[in-house]
């Protein structure tokens, strides 16, 4: 039987050979750092002549197997070990980013040098975010000085769209955030970025991945506040930071209302414990009027699963609007809040392609219900109505708004005629 067994076959040869000097050479950058090296001295502090030369290389030198060699040359002069010291062993550079001056006009040349680089050879992009990653673990080996460069480069290529702001998840390391160093970098980075753009920019792409909600965690556990995160950007000058903090704080919170109303509602508690639930939540977390009634509105509109016949959705709407009109009147006691009440109305009818025909009645269901006053719809008759299906809505609306008109001015001629 085992005369019988045939002989596994085994890997001869060249191929196998091939396999080994390349896997050598991988781990090899001795050549191409020792060619970046020397471009780099030869061209000096002159940037436009980095940026040539690096434009020229990535047509003779192998960009995409050591990208990170690259990456660490340009930024801190030669291969960076792990931990962020410099390797003893190998060529390294005087003319780096490390090494420039520590000012803003600086660090927007580097900045170019990169962006130039990247544009040019577009599979650099993700090891190069790979990178900024890798040397923002490393900050505690940096010096200040090299810190803050970083920091403001950072923050300048963020606003250039050069980097993802993903890349700020390097500073949530236990470590870093324990010592100080990552609350320390991100006001240098805030800074330089803010510098570049506002704050609306900044907010689009923290949101984009998510980064938004996860800015406290450059604080330790027992320091993770919205007092203590705005205080700190504030005393730094960064009160934009500190407000867009606030905010985000706020938005969290009216998540967690309208998630708790529509649950109190799907349970059918008593109206008058909503109404006073909502009070309390207006209290305890400074929310106005307006943005409640825009909260109890939405809350409404998402406890039931609405028919998907256009004909049978205005009448699923008006029971379930009947109900529940105490819980608006109760917040509507301001003009501003009724207004906002009836734009909220237009959105979702326009929004809820069922819903077209049914804004005149869900008007005036809440006109008889005394939640929207003759005012606020003649205000947004005249001039308070958006865009949004504007033509539809305000025909739907012409003839009561007409009645509204003539019952104004008989009660008006009839007050003279008293006088």
């Given at each position: 039987?085992?005369?019988q ?21 991988r ?35 192998d ?51 990169f ?69 320390c ?31 406290m965690?450059l ?26 903090a606030?905010?985000?704080?706020s ?13 109190q ?95 005149q ?59």
């Amino acid at each position: 039987m085992n005369n019988q067994r045939q002989q596994k076959p085994t890997l001869t040869g060249q191929r196998f050979k091939t396999r080994k000097r390349d896997e050598k050479e991988r781990f090899d950058p001795t050549h191409f750092q020792e060619s970046i090296v020397q471009g780099l001295n030869q061209s000096g502090t002159d940037l436009e002549a980095v940026a040539k030369f690096l434009d020229a290389s990535g047509a003779k030198l192998d960009y995409r197997r050591y990208a990170e060699t690259l990456f660490d040359i340009l930024v801190a002069g030669g291969m960076l070990a792990p931990g962020g010291t410099l390797s003893d062993d190998l060529t390294r550079t005087e003319f780096c980013l490390f090494k420039a001056q520590e000012d803003m006009e600086t660090m927007q040349a580097y900045a170019q040098v990169f962006n130039k680089l990247i544009r040019r050879y577009k599979y650099l992009e993700k090891g190069f975010e790979e990178e900024i990653k890798k040397l923002l673990l490393f900050l505690k080996g940096f010096t200040e000085s090299e810190r803050n460069k970083l920091a403001m480069l950072t923050g300048i290529l963020l606003a250039k769209s050069n980097l993802s702001a993903a890349i700020l998840s390097s500073l949530f390391n236990e470590n870093l955030v324990k010592e100080g160093v990552s609350a320390c970098f991100a006001v240098k980075l805030f800074r330089s970025w803010l510098t570049e753009k506002d704050i609306n920019s900044v907010s689009a792409s923290l949101r984009k991945v998510g980064m938004d909600s996860r800015l406290m965690e450059l604080f330790p556990a027992n320091k993770r506040s919205c007092e203590y995160f705005s205080k700190y950007f504030s005393d730094v000058g960064l009160k934009e930071l500190a407000d867009f903090a606030r905010n985000q704080q706020s938005i969290g919170a009216r998540k967690e209302l309208q998630k708790e109303l529509e649950e109190q509602m799907s349970r059918g508690d008593p109206l008058k414990d909503i109404i006073l639930y909502v009070r309390e939540e207006i209290k305890k977390n400074n929310i106005s009027e307006q943005t409640m009634i825009g909260l109890i509105w939405a809350s409404v509109m998402c406890s039931v699963e609405w028919n998907k016949k256009e004909e049978l959705v205005t009448e699923q709407a008006i029971k379930l609007l009947k109900q529940y009109s105490p819980l608006l009147k109760a917040f509507t006691s301001q003009g501003l809040s009724e207004l906002t009440l009836l734009l909220k109305i237009q959105e979702y009818c326009y929004d809820n392609i069922h819903f077209m025909n049914s804004f005149q009645k869900i008007v005036v269901l809440l006109y008889k219900a005394d939640v929207l006053s003759e005012e606020a719809i003649l205000k947004w008759y005249n001039d308070a109505h958006t865009a949004k299906g504007k033509s539809v809505f305000l025909e739907q609306m012409k003839k009561f708004v007409e009645w509204l008109k003539n019952a104004e001015e008989e009660s008006e001629s009839e007050e003279e005629e008293t006088d």
